[in-house]
T-cell receptor, first 111, second 114 residues
Framework: GQQLNQSPQSMFIQEGEDVSMNCTSS?????WLWYKQDPGEGPVLLIA?????ELTSNGRLTAQFGTTRKDSFLNISASIPSDVGIYFC???????????FGTGTRLKVLA | KAGVTQTPRYLIKTRGQQVTLSCSPI?????VSWYQQTPGQGLQFLFE???????NKGNFPGRFSGRQFSNSRSEMNVSTLELGDSALYLC?????????????FGPGTRLLVL
């Protein structure tokens, strides 16, 4: 079935550092989403991308929709301790209300 | 405005039993989706409901079923529980289920099957 591969699986970074993670697929998708999940909570939408090549920012977060429509990346600048959590990419299957989520990147920030 | 609420938050069942989970969407939201989250398989789509109709279904066996009521509240039922059904079950709601809408997730129901 369709799968989204996220890398890295996990990362430790120092507070203040920039973080980059990506998400790739073997299929083309027209909607790419990035979510963050904190322990004991459901995922929260960070950024939504609807156009190939689109670069969108939300505060310290920047995400890009790859031009091939098979990948996306998320950057976090100047990380802070509350950035800790699991980051998921997700895509919507065209013509449906069905979403596929990536395997997740677990981020740990060292103060 | 209250967020998505799910009840119960935690549940322990034994193999062979059945379970019903409840989701109350954000007021005014009419679309509700259900997901199963496990360490091994990640977040997987179960089904989506809008105006009491199931519009999409994921690749889960028929033991997993759901329904939506006229007030948009939704329930998910799992019959003949198996150990592998232990997971965090999340529901998400959106206003009208349009493709570009934001889905808001609840905190989930953690199910443990013994």
């Amino acid at each position: 079935g369709q799968q989204l591969n996220q890398s890295p699986q996990s990362m430790f970074i120092q507070e203040g550092e920039d973080v980059s993670m990506n998400c790739t697929s073997s299929s083309i998708f027209n909607t790419w989403l990035w979510y963050k999940q904190d322990p004991g909570e459901g995922p929260v939408l960070l950024i939504a991308l609807y156009k190939a090549g689109e670069l969108t920012s939300n505060g310290r977060l920047t995400a890009q929709f790859g031009t091939t429509r098979k990948d996306s990346f998320l950057n976090i600048s100047a990380s802070i301790p509350s950035d800790v959590g699991i980051y998921f990419c997700a895509v919507r299957l065209s013509g449906t209300y069905k979403y596929i989520f990536g395997t997740g990147t677990r981020l740990k920030v060292l103060a | 405005k209250a967020g998505v609420t799910q009840t119960p938050r935690y549940l322990i069942k034994t193999r062979g039993q059945q379970v019903t989970l409840s989701c109350s969407p954000i007021s005014g939201h009419r679309s509700v989706s259900w997901y199963q989250q496990t360490p091994g398989q990640g977040l997987q789509f179960l089904f989506e409901y809008f105006s009491e109709t199931q519009r999409n279904k994921g690749n889960f066996p028929g033991r997993f079923s759901g329904r939506q009521f006229s007030n948009s509240r939704s329930e998910m039922n799992v019959s003949t529980l198996e150990l592998g059904d232990s997971a965090l079950y999340l529901c998400a709601s959106s206003l009208a289920g349009a493709y570009s809408e934001t889905q808001y997730f609840g905190p989930g129901t953690r199910l443990l099957v013994l």
